[in-house]
């Protein structure tokens, strides 16, 4: 019903830009938004208890033992992220720990857990995190829990959660990189002027 009541809005709103090429690209859209509406609207009831019941029946340890093989899966795949995440063995326990905790959390909380996953990701920012190295860290999370032969119900909520976290956390770090930031966080003097120079002259524009 959104998509005919959109199309019917666009056409009379703007009828000089709106032609059949935009009517085209509006329905494949709303069409592939529509399936994966569809197909994903009947798994949070479906995942919720066995995530939420496998993740606080372990320990901090466990799940941090989980996390560290998981790492060692990533860096075994993409050497280069090592670079990236040089803190402690403890840290990468740390992390991974909240992965899973988060992986639960937001079966019960979306929307507070969507809030706080944006800001976690414009801290991603900061340490130069590549948007695609998310879905790496899920895709080992899952490979690793799948190799344990985890429950198959919890293995795929877990995975189709973190992947929800992984698509907000992506979005934020390529929303929130902007050229002014990566100037400044590359200590750019010239790209920082240009970037100003940029954002003023649109200002004045506006």
């Known amino acids: 019903e959104f998509k005919v009541c959109m199309l019917a809005a666009m056409r009379s709103l703007i009828p000089q830009r709106w032609d059949t090429q935009h009517e085209k690209a509006w329905a494949w859209l709303w069409d592939s938004i529509d399936t994966q509406l569809k197909l994903s609207m009947p798994l949070p009831?479906?995942?919720?208890?066995?995530?939420?019941?496998?993740?606080?029946?372990?320990?901090?340890?466990?799940?941090?033992?989980?996390?560290?093989?998981?790492?060692?899966?990533?860096?075994?795949?993409?050497?280069?992220?090592?670079?990236?995440?040089?803190?402690?063995?403890?840290?990468?326990?740390?992390?991974?720990?909240?992965?899973?905790?988060?992986?639960?959390?937001?079966?019960?909380?979306?929307?507070?857990?969507?809030?706080?996953?944006?800001?976690?990701?414009?801290?991603h920012i900061m340490f130069r995190v590549k948007p695609h190295l998310f879905a790496l860290f899920v895709a080992c999370i899952d490979e690793e829990l799948r190799e344990m032969g985890t429950d198959k119900n919890v293995a795929d909520g877990i995975n189709w959660s973190l992947t929800v976290i992984a698509c907000i956390l992506a979005r934020s770090v390529e929303s929130g990189s902007t050229p002014l930031l990566m100037a400044a966080l590359s200590n750019n003097v010239t790209a920082d002027r240009k970037s100003t120079r940029l954002n003023s002259s649109h200002s004045q524009d506006l």
């Open 45 to 123: 009831n479906k995942y919720e208890l066995p995530v939420q019941n496998y993740v606080g029946a372990m320990s901090e340890a466990e799940l941090g033992d989980i996390g560290l093989k998981v790492w060692y899966r990533m860096f075994a795949k993409e050497p280069k992220v090592e670079d990236v995440f040089k803190q402690s063995n403890e840290r990468l326990k740390w992390i991974a720990v909240q992965a899973m905790q988060f992986s639960a959390a937001i079966y019960g909380n979306p929307t507070e857990m969507n809030a706080q996953m944006q800001a976690l990701g414009l801290k």
